[in-house]
């Protein structure tokens, strides 16, 4: 037995000695890489695991197809993109963990990322910091771009979502009154919730109960249980998906025949995967619908499709176009140091986005109108656009 | 009034599921005065060990009750086996060691199978196939109940049955009581306590991994960490029924679990998790031995 123990200590330590070995040749190969003059390298930060994992994976393939097709084109002055992604599993320190490796290591030029705000909000202090351009593809509350002047986004903000479905389900499905569910553990869910509430009441509709959840939690019934008790015509849950799937779920268990409404966090193919067939009927605002029949979405779609073998998501489409509008800033800036790159991104105006035509305005913030999607029985059919 | 009773109802079937996963941990505390804090982690592999089991025989395609007993059948056998595994690496040369080298070990163990589990079966989280379904339908009018949900307290009364049964019925339990009073008088006596001791862990984790699966099949949604809060809180039940207490631990756990419904149902969502830690500290400081406890208690 004393053997045995005293071989796996020495199995664990050269394990360890391993591990570090490999960790010092990385470093110095991105170290050496970096400085080249040949290349120009980004950092992406995105959940590549964790709960929210495929907000990760498809913005990751996203941004991968743009630059992708820009270095075929043959990059931006000269010189190509490199790509170095860092997965923060979700987590917020992680993400500014990531941060500060990509930007002190790497010496990146410019950053991606992330969708989640939580995790945005998490990286934009650092970035803004150390002089480094960030685009976020989706992160849509409003206080991550005001974290500073290099700071931007490409999505819409989150009072302009919440009042898209406000104005939905007061126009469209024609209802009084709405019960809430909100996550409170998330600054997305949170901003969502409060900005539908503004909208809806000042439209005349009523909430009828403001109830809250924590993201991780499995039972919802309790909360259900109250809402029931107060016969709304539809429960917004601006949640994430895969506690929006257990949700539906749990809601139609207690004979909550209603349809659910949420937002850009609903968008991932494992929503109707544990939603089933409870979550059909519901809607959710959205920043693309692939039945869009516009020449830029459809090529978009199908370059996709050729690539990665699945119709692109909306945070695929939001990560392809963040990767876009950042070549397209460094095209026109005049040089790549990170001032001039800086204030080419702020002067982006009307570009022809697969998620619509992006402006950025005077917060880094896009105007941009939304869709509604219908939630059916194999994929999301497509409502209406609501312009700002 | 009827809010009262569906408070009720919930409350109910959530605590059936603390119990099904706090009967185990309250089993391997009655003989080894550990706190295994890898068990919720067994219940985590036992819903992984299903899910795989039913992909590879295409079961969610044909739901039936047989496909729910094969999946609980090898979730089972899977977890027993990973428990004596557990014992008898990580515990057994512990054994004559303090015991709070053994509770680090538990914790340690516990975070080596939920990160390799991020590891083998990917972080995010997975869909449970639905194998089983019940059509009956019991709702009274507004009152509605989850068949599968009755099922599991079914289920947890019964087990909690058979453990009391094999405890204090058969040879292996007086062996076990045995074991649990006095390892080394029980060897003396010769009750191959290794033994016991083996048996007594993979009880416990394949009541987990039964756990796993009908966790699985009532909220089915899996990841490598959904075991870290149900443990803990199944852990909390254990102790407010009395640890090392078998009904003690089934009616702690519908305490817990009645407790957090209402609360989160009147208005506190937040306080969720809150509770059951004030819960565990109140017990702790008004009454250690718990509910059911008592110097006398025969502890298995």
Not at chain 1, 128 to 133: D, E, L
Not at chain 1, 349 to 355: A, D, I, Q
Request: aromatic share 10%; glycine share 10%.
């Amino acid at each position: 037995m004393k053997k045995l123990t005293r071989f796996s200590a020495l199995a664990l330590t050269l394990l360890a000695i391993a591990g570090c070995t490999k960790k010092d040749t990385t470093t110095t190969n991105t170290n050496s890489t970096a400085a080249s003059a040949t290349e120009i390298v980004v950092g992406e930060v995105g959940s590549m695991t964790g709960s929210e994992a495929t907000f990760g994976t498809s913005t990751h393939q996203g941004i991968e197809l743009a630059f992708e097709q820009i270095n075929a084109a043959g990059g931006v002055k000269g010189k190509k993109f490199r790509v170095i992604t860092l997965d923060d599993q979700g987590k917020p320190d992680e993400a500014a963990t990531a941060v500060t490796k990509l930007i002190t290591q790497d010496k990146i030029a410019a950053l991606l990322g992330e969708v989640a705000s939580s995790r945005s909000l998490a990286m934009a202090p650092i970035a803004q910091a150390h002089g480094v351009p960030m685009i976020t593809p989706s992160s849509t509350n409003p206080k991550v771009t005001e974290q500073g002047d290099y700071i931007f986004r490409v999505c819409f903000i989150d009072p302009f979502q919440g009042t898209v479905m406000a104005k939905f389900a007061k126009e469209n499905l024609k209802i009084k009154n709405v019960a809430i569910l909100r996550d409170v553990k998330n600054d997305y869910s949170v901003g969502l919730a409060d900005f539908f509430t503004q909208t809806f009441t000042k439209n005349g509709g009523t909430i009828v109960v403001d109830q809250s959840y924590s993201a991780g939690d499995m039972d919802f019934k309790s909360q259900l249980t109250a809402i029931r008790a107060k016969k709304p015509e539809a429960i917004y849950v601006p949640g994430y998906y895969t506690e929006v799937g257990l949700i539906a779920r749990q809601a139609k268990e207690l004979g909550l025949n209603v349809p659910l409404m949420g937002g850009d966090g609903w968008d991932s193919p494992k929503l109707t995967e544990i939603g089933g067939k409870s979550i059909e009927g519901s809607f959710f605002s959205n920043h693309y619908s692939p039945e869009d029949q516009s020449p830029v979405v459809q090529k978009f779609i199908a370059e996709y499709k050729t690539k990665y073998g699945v119709i692109p998501d909306g945070l695929a489409a939001m990560g392809y176009d963040a990767a876009k509008v950042l070549a397209d800033a460094m095209t026109r800036a005049p040089d790549l140091n990170s001032t001039s790159v800086k204030a080419a991104i702020a002067a982006t105006k009307e570009y022809p986005g697969v998620t619509g035509v992006i402006t950025l305005n005077e917060h880094r913030d896009p105007v941009k109108s939304a869709v509604v999607l219908k939630v059916a029985a194999g994929g999301y059919k497509y409502q209406t656009t609501v312009k700002p | 009034m009827i809010e009262f009773v569906q408070h009720l109802v919930n409350g109910l079937s959530l605590g059936a599921i603390y119990a099904l996963i706090a009967l185990g941990y309250t089993m391997v505390f009655g003989i080894l005065q550990l706190i295994n804090f890898a068990h919720g982690d067994v219940y985590m592999l036992g819903a992984f060990i299903g899910m795989y089991t039913s992909r590879a025989f295409h079961l969610a395609d044909h739901p039936s009750v047989w496909a729910l007993l094969l999946i609980l059948f090898t979730a089972m056998t899977g977890c027993a086996i990973v428990g004596f595994l557990i014992e008898r690496i990580a515990y057994r040369p512990l054994r004559k060691s303090p015991r709070i080298n053994l509770l680090i070990t538990a914790v340690g163990v516990s975070l080596f199978l939920e990160f390799s589990g991020q590891l083998v079966f990917g972080a995010d989280p997975k869909f449970f196939p639905q194998v089983f379904s019940i059509n009956a339908d019991f709702s009274f009018g507004e009152l509605k109940i989850n068949p599968l949900q009755v099922l599991v307290f079914g289920i947890s009364i019964t087990l909690m049955t058979i453990l009391q049964t094999i405890i204090y019925k058969t040879r292996a339990g007086r062996a076990m009581r045995a074991a649990s009073f006095s390892h080394d008088l029980a060897s003396l006596m010769g009750i191959p306590t290794d033994r016991v001791i083996s048996f007594t862990f993979m009880l416990g984790s394949a009541l987990a991994g039964a756990a796993g699966v009908l966790v699985g099949l009532i909220y089915p949604k899996i990841e490598p960490l959904m075991g870290s809060m149900p443990g803990l809180k199944a852990f909390v039940a254990a102790v407010l029924g009395g640890i090392g207490n078998v009904t003690g631990a089934v009616v702690g756990a519908l305490i817990l679990g009645l407790s957090e419904s209402f609360l989160v149902g009147y208005g506190y969502p937040t306080f969720r998790d809150a509770l059951a830690f004030a819960l565990l500290i109140l017990i702790l400081l008004f009454k250690p031995t718990g509910l059911f406890g008592s110097k006398r208690t025969e502890k298995v």
